[in-house]
């Protein structure tokens, strides 16, 4: 959770997801979260440029389709890639998504 945005080569990440995945047995799930700009935009662009700027491990920002796209040969579970808050719907929106996948 929390660790692929730090992973800016998303091709590198891609293959971390596939080595896993590939390593675990059918009906094994991934849950991963990602930061995004969906719900705040271009507040939480300036905050990601001040973190890359000063902070440890820099941060790479990816839509929620590029999200869904490292849960690829994997059933993606309601509600799909989503603010992570939507997994309890009276939670406000933040711009961190998340996603459950199943290997099938």
Known sequence: M???????DTA?????LRD???????GSYLALSHATNVVHGA??????KQWNEVGGEPILLRSPDEIAEFCRGLDIIDPGVVSVARWHADDPEVDEFGVVARKP
């Open 43 to 48: 507040a939480s662009d300036d905050v990601v």
């Open 12 to 16: 590198q990440a891609t293959a971390i």
């Open 2 to 8: 929390g660790i692929l945005h730090h992973i800016t």
């Open 20 to 26: 896993l995945m590939a390593a675990v047995p059918s």
